[in-house]
């Protein structure tokens, strides 16, 4: 283990939701299909399974890239892998935000964060625990409507990040990437989607439907998220992960972060 100090931790948490037809998507999408396509015992006696599936890029945990929002930016292909690995800071929320389903999240939070913890430092993976994450899958409460279709646009109530914040931290600190543990990083009824812009204008990629965001502590967890390798993609799923090393470890982490 001295030579692979990244093989040696205390806990590793899986930080994303299975992919089945109660996956939760934007109202106006279909969702996720899983068809089976062969399961059993073959003539040659032996057993064989193979599915296809269909699904948007964005629904599910999954990840945007920064062309979603800013023609000519990055697709998911493009995206660094540097940048989809990092040491997380997990700013919890989730008082506030289980109180008012409107919540945007504030440049004081992240001040205030900081007043605890130090400073975001260059390379972090930012995680916004809403504690939405325990109402998955349950449409009503997770983003405040169970209607599909168009006319669930104005029902739509989740917490998310403000625009204010988000160009505080694009201008004041260099971060790899930003996530949260609801549907969308704009608050559920934006009708601009300007936190997604600013990001996305950035080069920046952010992760949504982020799970098990309470499993980890405020600062030592180290993150790696994997979205599938669409070329062309303005999205993916995502399989994020959060290593938690033991205290020995640490320093290695901290390292690799700004490799």
């Given at each position: 283990?001295?030579?692979?100090?990244?093989?040696?931790?205390?806990?590793?948490?899986?930080?994303?939701?299975?992919?089945?037809?109660?996956?939760?998507?934007?109202?106006?999408?279909?969702?996720?299909?899983?068809?089976?396509?062969?399961?059993?015992?073959?003539?040659?006696?032996?057993?064989?399974?193979?599915?296809?599936?269909?699904?948007?890029?964005?629904?599910?945990?999954?990840?945007?890239?920064?062309?979603?929002?800013?023609?000519?930016?990055?697709?998911?292909?493009?995206?660094?892998?540097?940048?989809?690995?990092?040491?997380?800071?997990?700013?919890?929320?989730?008082?506030?935000?289980?109180?008012?389903?409107?919540?945007?999240?504030?440049?004081?939070?992240?001040?205030?964060?900081?007043?605890?913890?130090?400073?975001?430092?260059?390379?972090?993976?930012?995680?916004?625990?809403?504690?939405?994450?325990?109402?998955?899958?349950?449409?009503?409460?997770?983003?405040?409507?169970?209607?599909?279709?168009?006319?669930?646009?104005?029902?739509?109530?989740?917490?998310?990040?403000?625009?204010?914040?988000?160009?505080?931290?694009?201008?004041?600190?260099?971060?790899n990437a930003i996530g949260l543990d609801t549907q969308s990083i704009d608050y559920g009824q934006s009708k601009l989607f300007e936190t997604h812009r600013l990001l996305c204008?950035?080069?920046?990629?952010?992760?949504?439907?982020?799970?098990?965001?309470?499993?980890?502590?405020?600062?030592?967890?180290?993150?790696?998220?994997?979205?599938?390798?669409?070329?062309?993609?303005?999205?993916?799923?995502?399989?994020?992960?959060?290593?938690?090393?033991?205290?020995?470890?640490?320093?290695?982490?901290?390292?690799?972060?700004?490799?």
């Open positions: 283990m001295k030579n692979y100090p990244f093989l040696d931790y205390e806990h590793i948490i899986d930080l994303s939701h299975s992919y089945s037809s109660e996956t939760i998507y934007w109202p106006t999408e279909e969702g996720f299909k899983l068809s089976k396509e062969f399961g059993g015992m073959t003539d040659k006696g032996y057993y064989y399974s193979a599915n296809k599936f269909s699904s948007p890029e964005h629904g599910g945990t999954h990840i945007d890239a920064p062309i979603h929002f800013a023609k000519q930016k990055q697709t998911v292909d493009q995206i660094s892998l540097k940048k989809l690995l990092g040491a997380a800071i997990v700013i919890d929320i989730s008082e506030l935000a289980l109180q008012n389903p409107d919540y945007q999240i504030s440049v004081d939070v992240f001040t205030n964060w900081e007043s605890s913890f130090g400073k975001i430092r260059d390379g972090s993976i930012v995680l916004l625990y809403t504690g939405y994450g325990k109402f998955w899958p349950n449409r009503l409460k997770y983003i405040g409507t169970n209607k599909i279709g168009t006319e669930a646009l104005n029902e739509l109530h989740f917490p998310g990040l403000h625009p204010d914040a988000t160009k505080w931290l694009i201008e004041n600190r260099n971060i204008k950035h080069n920046i990629p952010f992760f949504e439907n982020v799970a098990n965001l309470d499993q980890l502590p405020p600062i030592g967890a180290y993150v790696i998220a994997l979205p599938m390798k669409i070329e062309g993609g303005s999205g993916a799923p995502l399989r994020i992960i959060a290593i938690i090393p033991k205290k020995d470890y640490l320093s290695f982490f901290e390292i690799t972060t700004n490799i």
